[in-house]
């Protein structure tokens, strides 16, 4: 069934090619890109505006926080939003579910309209400080063991951005058995005694009714608070998804998929599989161009020994935040080893 979207912004497309254009769109949870326009949502409805791209110059990430999350300190839960700038300077902001669909519409939009910026221009000025920052730590001179070592790391960072997918479900795989495995087993039996109350007040409720006791507002209350702690459970309770044998067998099939592709690099990869991601070898990079390690093996090691004292108290740069988001779950479910 299709729903006209709404105009955002002064420019107009015809209603025959805005049709087709969205119909066909590239879809990303609640919004879409075509064509012609981007398409966004409101607070409930699932693409209901749209913006043509011709008007658009700016699509890009924000994480909002609640308390105790991302504020230059250590790794927490995100609320991730889409925020889409056009006509010199409107802005609409729309709500995403999973942080990594809004990565990958941004992604998407970056590979087929080079012509969006996908950073803030504030996170334009940061990047730039940034990358000044990272030249002027850069070691001016490296021997020739550690222009080999670079030359190996580029090359397999090279290799692994060949197939995106792969190290990307790796991350969020790792992500997810990490997350289950520090959740508190306190949750199932929570999820049980809510079920419970529900059931027990739908039993009283039922009850009343056979035996003709009490008002219509007393059935009332008891469906209405049935109904909240019944939903309440359900809402809670672990879903397919969440199973432990579902999480890990994810985790392996996407550990099983990176390992058979390294299979065409050959036998020198410089990552175990289990930890083969583009961020790790960026780190590694660093670690060598800023003179802290010269061979592959050091800067691995280097890299290990950075995660580890990353934690809520160590304050990291927006890019390092990401980088350590990506990888650090796959080090703590192994150990670091």
């Known amino acids: 069934m299709y729903f006209k979207p709404k105009q955002l912004g ?67 839960s995100t609320m991730p939003y889409l925020v889409v700038e056009y006509d010199g300077g409107k802005q609409k902001k729309c709500n995403f579910r999973y942080e990594n669909v809004v990565d990958s519409m941004v992604g998407y939009i970056h590979k087929n309209f080079p012509q969006i910026k996908t950073v803030s221009a504030q996170g334009e000025k940061t990047l730039e400080e940034t990358r000044a920052r990272e030249e002027a730590k850069k070691k001016k001179e490296l021997s020739e063991t550690a222009e080999n070592s670079l030359h190996i790391l580029q090359k397999a960072e090279k290799f692994l951005n060949k197939k995106p997918e792969l190290y ?32 027990f007040l739908a039993l009283i409720g039922a009850l009343y009714m056979i035996q003709k006791k009490g008002s219509y507002g007393l059935y009332f209350l008891f469906g209405g608070l049935t109904m909240i702690f019944i939903f309440a459970g359900v809402m809670s309770a672990p879903t397919a998804r969440k199973n432990k044998r579902e999480v890990a067998a994810r985790l392996e099939k996407a550990r099983k ?8 690099y050959g036998n ?3 990552l175990p599989a289990k930890y083969a991601h583009p961020a790790a070898l960026k780190r590694m990079i660093r670690s060598i161009e800023e003179g802290r390690s010269e061979t592959v093996a050091e800067a691995f090691e280097d890299l290990k020994d950075g995660l580890k004292k990353l934690n809520s108290n160590v304050t990291v740069s927006k890019q390092e935040y990401d980088e350590v988001v990506a990888i650090k779950p796959m080090f703590l479910l192994e150990n670091y080893q």
Request: glycine share 8%; hydrophobic share 35%.
């Open 257 to 264: 998929g990176m390992k058979n592709y390294l299979r065409w």
């Open 268 to 270: 020198d990869f410089p």
């Open 10 to 76: 002064q420019e107009r497309i015809d209603s025959s090619a805005l049709r087709e254009d969205k119909q066909c769109c590239a879809r990303f949870g609640p919004c879409g890109v075509g064509r012609k326009a981007l398409y966004l949502n409101s607070f409930y409805i699932d693409r209901k505006y749209y913006v043509p791209v011709s008007s658009v110059q700016r699509v890009y990430k924000r994480i909002a926080m609640s308390k105790g999350g991302f504020t230059g300190r250590g790794i927490f």
């Open 168 to 199: 990307k479900e790796l991350s969020a795989a790792s992500k997810a058995k990490r997350d289950q495995d520090i959740s508190n087993p306190a949750y199932r039996w929570f999820t049980i005694i809510i079920m419970i109350i529900g059931v």
